[in-house]
């Protein structure tokens, strides 16, 4: 558990929990995950933390808004294991998924550009056809499972008509539409429920208005998340300079 400490330069749990709004169980929880280097006892058998487990908690909780509990502790892992090269992969994997996150807003701009007020756009009609769509070739062209557009459809989504011959789904242009949006909103962080007055709104306004409000709060979520990257690289590099 690390050497003992018979002298001053000591932080008790209650030191480290205390300026973050933490419960000092927090404290011990985040050590036993290996978010922080493994304390030092006193004679007496008390964790005794240094400035170094402080850079540790602080480099932690600024990497948290940018790249998620899950990330965050395994970067924090890396580094007390002195694996920086791994860590430094972790960290490349949120910066990328970063990358992909605005290409597919970019993405979303895109589409609502191109859709059409009665017609839907040009892409959609090559999708469905005159005569609309079946789930599987749908689903293909998404890249999701044909379960997933009978989610959507469930949660109103989509509303597909059923052949009167077969029973299956036919999806129109505007379900193909709808189904593009409702696609590229949930790869944005969207939940189902957020996705649905969305969709609606389009419907009713025939066009792509409503969006324009959610598109600039992705914006900005997006910048946010950009930023908080940074604070946390920043910090990391200082808990990574205090270790030597």
């Not at 791994?86 to 994997?93: N, T």
């Not at 949120?94 to 756009?121: F, N």
């Not at 600039?216 to 908080?228: F, I, K, Y």
């Amino acid at each position: 558990m690390g050497r003992n400490l018979q002298n001053g330069g000591r932080l008790r749990p209650v030191d480290l929990a205390r300026g973050h709004g933490l419960s000092t169980q927090a404290i011990r929880n985040y050590e036993e995950a290996g978010i922080l280097p493994a304390a030092a006892r006193t004679p007496s058998g008390y964790r005794a933390y240094t400035s170094m487990h402080a850079m540790a908690l602080g480099a932690f909780l600024a990497l948290l808004p940018g790249h998620g509990h899950r990330t965050a502790t395994s970067v924090m892992r890396a580094v007390n294991r002195g694996e920086v090269d791994e860590a430094c992969r972790l960290i490349d994997e949120s910066h990328a998924q970063l990358l992909d996150d605005r290409r597919t807003l970019q993405a979303v701009e895109r589409a609502l550009r191109d859709l059409a007020p009665t017609t839907g756009s040009a892409p959609d009609a090559a999708v469905s056809g005159p005569g609309g769509t079946f789930i599987g070739p749908l689903a293909d062209t998404l890249g999701i499972r044909p379960a997933t557009l009978r989610k959507w459809e469930g949660a109103g989504l989509v509303r597909p008509r059923r052949d009167p011959l077969t029973g299956y789904r036919v999806y129109d242009e505007a379900d193909v539409r709808d189904a593009r949006l409702t696609h590229q909103l949930r790869r944005g962080g969207y939940l189902l429920e957020q996705i649905a007055p969305l969709i609606a709104q389009v419907r009713a306004a025939g066009g792509p208005a409503p969006l324009e409000a959610a598109l600039s709060d992705w914006h900005g979520r997006l910048s946010a998340r950009g930023r908080a990257l940074l604070t946390g690289a920043a910090e990391l590099e200082a808990y990574l300079r205090e270790r030597g």
